[in-house]
């Protein structure tokens, strides 16, 4: 079954300085790939998505995620953090092409201090 | 363009109740999924539907159902409510189901959740 693993449950930067979320995947076939950002009290937002077109991807907001299949690696970076960038992530994989359904990371929350 | 919708925002219920969670997708999107999120496993999927047909089940008990109408909207019920059954439970939408969620506009939009308080 395929799936991720995000690594840190909390990550803090201060503002201005590099952002960098982990996130691993196990997949025995090409796996489509996405970052989703929480805000408190809302529901999941599309940051970026990995679907084989291109190994780097950018997102909005300023982030990009870079596929690398030889690490099994699809990291989120950010040059300069902001406030507002303080959340919580989610990197998620398609399960099975034939359906919708995203199996998640269990989250990383980014705290932004200034 | 509307997002998707869901109500209540916010409901409390005592252990033994029912509850039914409404999910109203984006205009012209006719699939919808529900997720729901805990502190404890994070989220997992629940169902998918795509023209009032269940496509995908996740690993829940029978207490949990849903159904979708005609017009693309869905609903979600839980039974016999335990307190584990406490968390927030999130519907997404999008164009078709499959590898449609891939594409161009097709991927899922998620709403802002019903949050679930068992007592």
């Known amino acids: 079954a395929q799936s991720v693993t995000q690594l840190g449950s909390h990550v803090s930067v201060s503002e201005g300085a590099l952002v960098l979320l982990r996130c691993n995947y196990s997949s025995s076939v090409p796996p489509y790939l996405f970052w989703y950002v929480q805000y408190p009290n809302q529901g999941l937002q599309l940051l970026l998505k990995?679907?084989?077109?291109?190994?780097l991807v950018k997102g909005i907001n300023g982030f990009e995620a870079e596929f690398k299949k030889s690490e099994t690696s699809f990291h989120l970076t950010k040059p300069s953090a902001h406030m507002s960038d303080a959340a919580e992530y989610f990197c998620a994989v398609i399960a099975n092409s034939g359906y919708s359904t995203l199996t998640f990371g269990k989250g990383t929350m980014l705290l932004v201090s200034p | 363009k509307a997002g998707v919708t869901q109500t209540p925002r916010y409901l409390i219920k005592t252990r033994g109740q029912q509850v039914t969670l409404s999910c109203s997708p984006i205009s012209g999107h006719r699939s919808v999924s529900w997720y729901q999120q805990t502190p404890g496993q994070g989220l997992q999927f629940l169902f998918e539907y795509f023209s009032e047909t269940q496509r995908n089940k996740g690993n829940f008990p029978g207490r949990f159902s849903g159904r979708q109408f005609s017009n693309s909207r869905s609903e979600m019920n839980v039974s016999t409510l335990e307190l584990g059954d406490s968390a927030l439970y999130l519907c997404?939408?999008?164009?078709?189901?499959?590898?449609?969620?891939?594409?161009?506009?097709?991927?899922?939009?998620f709403g802002a959740g019903s949050r679930l308080t068992v007592l």
């Open positions: 990995y679907t084989s077109a291109a190994t």
């Open positions: 997404a939408s999008s164009l078709e189901p499959g590898q449609g969620a891939v594409s161009g506009a097709n991927v899922l939009t």
